[in-house]
């Protein structure tokens, strides 16, 4: 007997919401347990981005920086920036450049006496607004050849109408799976008794997924030790 051959498996949002309602100790019957599933997905997705970085929602984008102009917006659904350079001469295959620029908390860019200073940028302040971030870079830029190169995290899509698949990597479908049926067992009365295991087996089904969507490279710490004058 042979193998499928296929390492594509997937799952829309019905079949999620369907394996979860069934794992609460129920049945999904209707078009408010879907929707009340899709409603209690998307809080957890949200719940999941507080808990730290999901791996699959890193991606890379850029902002061509303007002459005399500080502040730039950043895609809405980026939830804070990872990563970030000053690229010079872009396009150029013999002579771009990324050059680090440092972040710096609001109190520090606050502190700065001359806002309006010009030069190429070496710091950046991130406005984590509620629609869209902002960054401020500082100096400001000189010349309109400098573009922000950036890593961002952004959130996870919307679980949507039903129909589509989970915006996620296929190792996180037990955990949300499990999840779901956790965050289900909370509305149901009679489901009540069902709680503590449910959730015993979501924390052990996030806890395998989380250690395994990571960075898998070596790691270096150097102490900085200085010298009190």
């Given at each position: 007997?042979?193998?499928?051959?296929?390492?594509?498996?997937?799952?829309?949002?019905?079949?999620?919401a369907e394996e979860a309602w069934e794992r609460a100790g129920r049945e999904m019957r209707s078009g408010y347990d879907l929707r009340t599933a899709r409603r209690s997905m998307n809080?957890?997705?949200i719940e999941w981005q507080n808990r730290g970085i999901n791996m699959w929602t890193i991606?890379?984008?850029?902002?061509?920086?303007?002459?005399?102009?500080?502040q730039y917006t950043l895609p809405a659904d980026t939830i804070d920036l990872l990563e970030h350079q000053i690229r010079t001469n872009s396009g150029n295959t013999t002579t771009q450049s990324d050059l680090s620029i440092s972040r710096i908390s609001v109190s520090t860019y606050a502190s700065i006496p001359n806002k309006l200073t010009q030069g190429r940028p070496i710091q950046l302040y991130v406005e984590r607004?509620?629609?869209?971030?902002?960054?401020?870079?500082?100096?400001?830029?000189d010349n309109d050849n400098y573009v922000l190169y950036y890593w961002r995290m952004r959130r996870i899509e919307d679980a949507g109408s039903g129909v589509q698949t989970a915006d996620m990597n296929f190792r996180f479908f037990p955990?949300?799976?499990?999840?779901?049926a956790y965050h289900i067992s909370m509305k149901i009365p009679e489901l009540v008794d069902r709680i503590p295991m449910l959730k015993a087996v979501y924390d052990e089904q996030f806890e395998m997924a989380a250690g395994e969507d990571r960075e898998k490279t070596a790691a270096r710490f150097v102490p900085r030790i200085g010298r009190i004058a």
């Open positions: 007997m042979t193998t499928s051959g296929t390492t594509a498996f997937d799952m829309d949002f019905t079949d999620i809080l957890m997705t991606d890379s984008g850029t902002i061509n920086l303007v002459k005399g102009t500080t607004l509620r629609d869209a971030p902002k960054v401020n870079v500082w100096p400001v830029p955990c949300l799976v499990a999840g779901l």
